[in-house]
């Protein structure tokens, strides 16, 4: 009995000691392919994986039929493959999986604080909208599901913080498809331009180089940053300029991809940085369009462009009707003036200018931004979730990464990052045989329950 009553003591004096250190040195019961429940192992339901301690959910994810039910899908090689139903939502709606940890959490607000890791499937990149599923409508579906207890990555302090500090709280990390990682940490583009307005909106224009027309929106904040809204495509073309108004009113003008005529479109920018657009037209011949409004009502304009022949530069003058939305344009003559700075915009004391570089080991063409305040930021998505970092991957994915991952197998490169102070995922953790020294932070099983693994757990004080 004494024996038996030291070995607790030893168990919990190292549960607390583990909830007390910095998050990186602690220990996580996990599951692979959580949803699977009692399929291919033997997981059971999500919410009985979080009652037995398991903090690591893993959920595989498609966006297969997004734009029809406005969500995800939940499943292994397709939606609904390998999905338990036991216990578990009827639907493969990933909303309603989230639900399930969300409903969890808050009813076990001292629980240590869970990894939800979204494994995409699927290449989100190639979905042109938010209506379609883009990361920003992935980002907007975890704030609206946990709300106060999402950690946002963009909020993970410079000092590591204690388990304790953070029980209660969600961590949602994205893994899978390698391209949908690295584009939610960077984009890429070329010939971009930017305007804003005195409301702080704010709207970025540019082309793939491979003839798609791409914008992002965003507002600029008290802190003089600016937090992009939506992403997505528009059109075909090159060479993109972009005028807005205060009401919210923007006209876009480009060139078109091979050949030398001129095209613009008129948008309206909402309060959640969604752009409704008119059709494209075309209103000219040239090259290198550029376009200011030139009153404070923000119904008239000035275009200058190009000549597709030569190097004399040319102009219109635009009429905007917002109702139609379409400009009327008139006035077609040469110029002198030369074509407006379409990389920089001003409104009263706030300023943006973008230009593409390389940032550490990103692509030289990606998109960065200056503003009067801040140098060099990256255009991109709101860092709600954290990327993962899978052996194998690229110097950018790799750079400020807190989690990485690999097979259990792969005991080298799980105990260098461990040593690095990283959170480390091994999955298909199978035996006893696959723990390193240290043990990866999360040893993530198809056999929780299995003696070998709760005693391998418990020896190793993982956190609940």
């Not at 903090?55 to 609904?80: M, V």
């Not at 200011?292 to 009502?297: E, G, L, S």
């Amino acid at each position: 009995m004494l024996a038996v009553a030291a070995s607790i003591l030893l168990i919990s004096g190292n549960a607390q000691a583990a909830a007390d250190t910095p998050l990186p040195s602690a220990i996580f019961r996990a599951t692979h392919n959580s949803y699977s429940g009692n399929i291919a192992g033997a997981r059971s339901s999500i919410a009985d994986q979080l009652d037995r301690g398991i903090r690591f959910i893993e959920l595989d994810i498609h966006d297969n039929g997004y734009a029809t039910s406005r969500d995800y899908s939940i499943g292994h090689d397709s939606p609904g493959n390998q999905v338990e139903r036991a216990g578990n939502p009827a639907s493969n709606l990933l909303r309603d999986w989230l639900g399930v940890i969300n409903t969890w959490s808050l009813q076990h607000p001292s629980a240590a604080p869970i990894v939800v890791a979204l494994d995409v499937k699927d290449d989100l990149t190639d979905n042109p909208s938010y209506a379609a599923g883009n990361l920003a409508a992935l980002n907007q579906e975890l704030t609206s599901v946990f709300g106060p207890r999402l950690l946002w990555a963009r909020d993970y302090p410079a000092s590591p913080p204690s388990v304790d500090a953070l029980r209660g709280r969600v961590l949602p990390v994205i893994s899978g498809d390698g391209t949908t990682r690295t584009q939610y940490k960077r984009d890429v583009g070329h010939n971009p331009a930017i305007a804003i307005n005195g409301r702080g909106q704010v709207v970025e224009v540019h082309d793939s180089g491979a003839g798609d027309l791409w914008y992002w929106t965003g507002t600029y904040g008290a802190d003089g940053r600016v937090t992009w809204l939506r992403h997505g495509r528009y059109d075909t073309g090159v060479t993109p300029a972009v005028a807005l108004n205060d009401n919210g009113d923007l006209v876009e003008v480009h060139q078109s991809q091979n050949a030398t005529t001129l095209w613009y479109r008129v948008g309206r920018l909402g309060a959640d940085g969604e752009i409704t657009w008119s059709s494209s037209r075309k209103y000219d011949d040239g090259v290198l369009p550029t376009i200011r409004f030139t009153d404070a009502a923000g119904t008239r304009l000035r275009e200058i462009h190009r000549s597709q022949g030569n190097s004399q530069n040319w102009n219109w003058n635009g009429a905007l009707d917002t109702g139609a939305m379409t400009v009327a344009w008139s006035g077609n003559a040469k110029t002198s003036d030369a074509r407006y700075d379409k990389t920089t915009s001003s409104s009263g004391a706030s300023s943006v200018r973008v230009w593409t570089g390389a940032d550490g080991p990103t692509p030289a063409q990606t998109l960065r931004i200056d503003t009067d305040r801040h140098t060099g930021d990256r255009i991109r998505f709101q860092q709600t979730a954290f990327v993962e970092f899978q052996q194998g991957n690229s110097a950018e994915l790799r750079q400020g990464a807190l989690f990485y991952a690999a097979p259990a197998g792969e005991s080298a490169f799980i105990t260098e990052a461990r040593r690095e102070g990283r959170l480390v995922r091994g999955w298909g953790f199978d035996s006893a045989g696959d723990a390193t020294d240290p043990l990866a932070s999360y040893p993530a099983t198809d056999h929780p329950y299995n003696a070998w693994y709760v005693n391998l757990l418990t020896q190793a004080g993982a956190v609940e």
